[in-house]
C-alpha cells in the first residue's frame, strides 16, 4: 500500500497532473458556456442539429460525458505517457529497482495510481461540465428542468464508470507506448500520432479499426443519443457491449506489456 | 561459491556483453566485509558494467554474484534491501524536494522507519534545504542528496558509483569521513572511482580492472609496496648504456625505459635502494641528471591498464605522452 500511495503523492504534487486537468476542465467548461452563449443565433451541425442540444439536461450529462471521454482519451494517454516515459527519463524507476523494489510491481502499482487520478479527474470535470452547462443553459435561455431527470440520473454512475474505464484504458496505451519507448517524450508523440493514426485509418479501414484501442473505447460509452465520434468507423462500430469487453482486454494487455517489459529490460542511464 | 567466506561481496566468472562488445569477461571481485574497497579502472573497462550488474539493473550473461554471503541471482531482488547502491549520476523527481523524494524512495524496497529520513538528511549536509524542490539543486547537492539516498536503507554493503561527482572539497572531505566512519562500524563500502588520490587517501582494498576483467586486487598498502619505484634520468644518448649496465644487476626486478626522448629509466624497487642504482650507473661513467623515488596508486593502476582506456571511449591519448609523464612504454627489458 506504501507503493500505492506514494504514486498518489507524486502525482498530486506533479505540475502535469494539474495541467492535464485544468486544460481538460478549461476547454469543456469554454465550449460549454460559448455555445450556450451563441446558441440562439445560429446551428452548429449541418444535420441541423441544434447547438443548445449541449446545453440541454438530461441529453446534456451524456454529451458532457462524451466529450470528457473524447477529448480527455487524448489527454490520458499524453498523461499516461508523461508518467511512465519520465519514470525512466529520469531514473526514478533505476533507483527503486536498486533498492530491491520489483519492477512488475512498481509499474502496475505506479499506474493503478494513475487510474485512480484520471477517475478524480474525470468527476471533477464532469462536475464543472455539468455546472458550465447550467449557465450555457441560462445565457441560451433553455430550461434546465431536465438537469434531475431521474431515468438519467440513476443510470449515470453506471455511464461515468464506464467512461473511467474506457479513459483507463486509453491512458494504459500511453503508459505502455512510453515504457517501451523508455522515454517521455517519445512515448508522448508515439501516443498522440497512435491516437490520431487509428482515428485516420478509420476512414479506409473501419473493419479492422472497429477493434483497435481508441475505437472500442468510444464505442464502449456510446448509447442512442451519442456516436463515437471520430472513431466511428461509420457502420462497422462495435456494439457496446462487445467494446466494453475489448476495452478491459487491451487495458490488461496493455497493462501486461509494460510490466513484461519492465521486468526484462536492462536499466541504463 | 567456494572461497567466499568472509566477503561481503564475490563475483566469480561474471561476463557481460553488449552485442559485439564484451563489457565484463569473467569478472572475479573478492570485496572482503568491513573495509572501503576502491574500484578502478579506465573508462570503459566496465566499472558502470558492474555495478549495474550488482544492483540487479542488468543481467549478467554468465557467472555468479554474492551478497553479504547469499547468492544473487536474477529474482532474489529481496538481497539488495541490504544493499544501498548510487549507480552514475543520482536520479530525483525534480518537482519534489530532498525530503519528499528520499520519503518517495523508501516506499519502494526495504521499509524504512521515517525518522531515517530525517538522519540521512542531517548526514548529507542538507536539513536546512530539505524542502527545497530538487530541480533547484546544484550538482554537488544533487550528489549529496544521492549519497543519503543511498544511505536511506542503513545498508550493509553501499555501493557508490563516482560519489565525488560534483562535490566540492569540503563535501568530499565530509564524505570520506562518512564512508571511513561506516566501514569502522563494520559496513562495507566499494567505491568505483577514477579519482587516484581519493581512492589512495581512502581505501582499505582496491581492486583494478581492465576490458572487462580484474587485473590486481588486493590490500592497497600492500599493492603499493609492491609498485615502489626510483625513476633516473639519464643522458639520452647514454639510455641503452644504463639498461645494459643496470639489467643484469637488478635481474629479479624490472626495468623500465620511461622516455628515451628524455632519458628517463625507471627500475622497480624500493625507494630506499636508490643510492645503489646510482652508484651502480656512476661506476660505469653514466652520470643520473634527475631521480625521483616513491609508490603510487596511479603509477600502479597506469602500468596495470596499459595507460589508455577502451578504444572510443572518449579518453584523451597522445596530447603530451602518457597522463603524468610517468607510464611505461610497455617496452620492458627485465623481468
Known sequence: MRLFFSGLRKLVRRPATWVTVGLLVGLLALIIIAVGATANGRTVRANGTEAKLLVTFPGAYDRILQFITGLGGLFAVIYGAAIAGSEWSWGTLKSAVARGESRVRYMLISYVSIAVMIGFGLLLTFAVGVVAAIIGAHLANVSTSGLGDSATLSDLPGRLLKGWVAVVEEGALGFTIATLARSQLAGIGAGIAFYFGEGFASIFLPDIVKYLPFSVANASLVTGTSSAGMFAGGASALPADQAQVLVIVWLIGALIVAAVFSDRAEIAG | ?335
Not at chain 2, 540521512?120 to 549519497?147: E, H, T, W
Not at chain 2, 572539497?169 to 570520506?176: D, L, N
Not at chain 2, 636508490?274 to 650507473?281: F, N, P
Request: charged share 20%; aromatic share 4%; glycine share 12%.
Open chain 2, 1 to 335: 561459491m567456494s572461497g567466499t567466506d568472509g566477503l561481503a561481496l564475490a563475483t566469480r566468472g561474471l561476463r557481460k556483453s553488449y552485442g559485439s562488445r564484451q563489457a565484463l569477461d569473467g569478472l572475479d571481485l573478492s570485496v572482503p566485509a568491513g573495509v572501503v574497497y576502491g574500484f578502478l579502472g579506465p573508462n570503459g573497462a566496465g566499472k558502470t558494467t558492474t555495478m549495474r550488474v550488482l544492483t540487479g539493473l542488468i543481467h549478467a550473461d554468465g557467472g555468479t554474484v554474492e551478497i553479504l554471503g547469499k547468492p544473487f541471482k536474477r529474482g532474489d531482488r529481496r538481497r539488495l534491501f541490504e544493499v544501498g547502491a548510487l549507480v552514475e549520476s543520482p536520479t530525483f523527481y525534480p518537482y519534489l524536494s530532498a525530503r519528499a523524494n528520499l520519503r518517495e524512495l523508501a516506499a519502494s524496497g526495504a521499509h524504512v522507519p521515517s525518522k531515517r529520513i530525517e538522519e540521512v538528511l542531517d548526514l548529507a549536509g542538507l536539513c536546512d534545504r530539505a524542502n527545497d524542490k530538487v530541480q533547484d539543486y546544484s550538482m554537488g547537492m544533487k550528489q549529496r542528496l544521492g549519497i543519503a539516498a543511498a544511505l536511506l536503507n542503513d545498508p550493509k554493503l553501499l555501493l557508490l558509483d563516482e560519489p565525488a561527482n560534483g562535490l566540492d572539497p569540503a563535501g568530499i572531505v565530509a564524505m570520506r569521513d562518512t564512508l571511513r566512519a561506516l566501514a569502522s562500524q563494520g559496513k562495507t563500502v566499494l567505491i568505483s572511482s577514477h579519482l587516484l588520490a581519493e581512492i589512495q587517501v581512502m581505501a582499505d582494498t582496491v581492486g583494478i580492472i581492465a576490458s572487462g576483467k580484474l587485473v590486481r586486487e588486493g590490500p592497497l598498502k600492500e599493492l603499493l609496496s609492491m609498485q615502489a619505484i626510483v625513476k633516473v634520468r639519464v643522458q639520452p644518448n647514454q639510455v641503452d648504456a644504463a639498461i645494459a649496465t643496470l639489467a643484469p644487476l637488478f635481474a629479479a626486478e624490472r626495468l623500465t625505459e620511461t622516455d628515451r626522448e628524455e632519458g628517463w629509466l625507471t627500475v622497480h624497487i624500493a625507494a630506499d635502494r636508490a643510492e645503489e642504482v646510482s652508484q651502480k650507473l656512476a661506476g660505469a661513467g653514466i652520470y643520473v641528471s634527475g631521480m625521483e623515488s616513491g609508490t603510487d596508486l596511479e603509477m600502479l593502476f597506469l602500468e596495470l591498464t596499459g595507460g589508455q582506456a577502451i578504444t572510443g571511449e572518449g579518453t584523451f591519448v597522445g596530447l603530451g605522452g602518457t597522463a603524468n609523464g610517468s607510464a611505461t612504454t610497455g617496452k620492458e627489458t627485465a623481468e
